[in-house]
């Protein structure tokens, strides 16, 4: 991995930061539990970028992904709409630098063709038409800005037959659901619209993570609590991986 820093100490870093600067936006560290389902994430990340790489944050939000890739030691380029506070911290640092996106144009993506080694998304090409774009014009733009052999890492893509996303779909509607939700096979066709490879497809989190933020402070910070809770969603994912949260995806450019 890049960098010596343990990933899991870095999410540590963002569950103080949400403690101290509730401004930082950062409400999926609200607890260990939660902030730790991204490890899988960057294990990904540092299995297909060597240390050094350029990596594109796309759709960096508040700039948590971008934050720990700092700190892993990647040259990264933050793409978002808007510059939240984490955002400004990192921007004063090496390593980084943030490019603030249009509202009026979805699909675009203002980078030369060829920059980057990798782009990382979390839970955002789910929410592209939500802005009038299309999945497939999106990834277009992301093979036309990765370089030959790079990859594309889609994070947190709902899965169509979620058991808790069809729970709250039908019960808490647009509170913690979402509107559009793939198979596989979703997932497959579109990677091969936009020219790249699907070389990884699994599904993951069968327990819902960011929840635990609301439980006493006794239970969002015992390590106990973290290891059960990380034991039980394991076992369910390995007995009943189909009805899972999200897919993560890796996609690759060809030579």
Known sequence: MAGSTDVKEILKELVLLQEQHADFSLEQFQSATSAFQYCLLYSLISKYAPSCSRILDWGCGAGHCSYVLQRLGYFVHAYGFNSYPLISLLSKKEKFVFRKADHSSPV????????????????????????????????????????PGGHFICYHFPNKYSLFENITRKYRKNTFSHQYTYTKEDIVNLCRESGLLAVEIKMYNFLPRNIVGRFPGFLRHSALFNYIYNMIDNILTGLLGFLCQNYYFVAKKSQ
Not at 127 to 138: N, P, Y
């Open 108 to 147: 675009n993506i203002p980078f030369p063709e060829n920059e980057f080694d990798l782009v990382a998304s979390i839970g955002v090409l789910e929410h592209v038409r939500d802005l009038g774009g299309k999945e497939v014009l999106s990834l277009k733009e992301i093979a036309r800005i990765l370089r």
